[in-house]
């Protein structure tokens, strides 16, 4: 049975969405089956696998009723793209029944077949990002050592907060990803700023940055693919043991 994790930040420019692809291509590489869902009207970990004005059908139309159109984008990894439609998503949903959990109803179904489900949220803290927290285990926050971030997630931690009490109860940070990370003052002060708030949820592997995780997206490929013989790629795999190793132990 799948855990479900939300990779989140309201924030954009944090390598949400790379660490997304990334963390499950390296999964995946280790043989885990791994389902990535794009819930984020922009589209780029889509667009990181294919070329999304070519999908037929998106999570929007599964959110709407229609089977869930699962890609299957390499061993053991496939995807469930996402189109402009779901920028709609708080309209067109607003007065469904139990409009929180559409999500979690379409994963419910898809959880059996694989061992990790991983969602990329979009940097807005609307429906759509309610849903995905409702339908997940766990969070995993994406945060860029390169500007301060901690003001900013104050309203994601209410959010989280308050699904854990209402409607999720055990949904929880399982961790804080820092990504874009280049050995400087200010990183290291960034880091610091987040440890008093986070502690021990930080990861140990700290995901440096390469212009390979930028080019990747370009040749619709995973930076373990693209360029696995980089720092990046390193430490994505890195990462990914991490996580798969939390898990785990739990």
């Known amino acids: 049975m799948a855990k479900i994790i939300a990779i989140a930040n309201h924030k954009g420019g944090v390598a949400k969405t790379t660490s997304c692809v990334n963390i499950a291509a390296a999964l995946a590489k280790m043989g885990r089956r791994v389902l990535l869902v794009d819930v984020d009207p922009q589209a780029n970990l889509t667009s990181s696998f294919t070329d999304e ?10 959110m709407k009723g229609a089977p869930a159109p699962i890609m299957h984008i390499s061993e053991n990894l496939d995807l469930i793209p996402s189109h402009i439609d779901l920028a709609g998503a708080d309209m067109v949903f607003s007065n469904k029944i139990a409009r929180e959990q559409i999500l979690k109803n379409i994963l419910d179904e898809l959880k059996a077949g694989y061992d990790y489900i991983i969602i990329d949220t979009p940097p807005a803290l609307g429906l759509v990002t309610i849903n995905a927290l409702t339908a997940a285990d766990s969070v995993i926050i994406s945060i860029c050592a390169e500007t301060l971030p901690l003001r900013g997630l104050v309203m994601l931690d209410e959010m989280i907060g308050d699904i854990a009490q209402s409607i999720n109860k055990g949904l929880h940070v399982s961790g804080i990803i ?43 490929q995973s930076v373990l693919d693209y360029a696995p013989g980089s720092t990046v790629a390193e430490d994505y795999r890195a990462l990914a043991k991490e996580i798969d190793k939390q898990d785990k132990n739990k």
């Open 178 to 220: 820092i990504a874009k990370y280049n050995r400087r003052k200010l990183d290291n002060a960034v880091i610091e700023a987040i440890r008093e708030k986070y502690g021990d949820k930080i990861y140990k592997t700290y995901v440096r940055t390469c212009v390979s995780a930028a080019e990747a997206p370009t040749y619709r």
């Open 53 to 62: 004005s070519k999908i037929e059908a998106s999570i929007y139309d599964a």
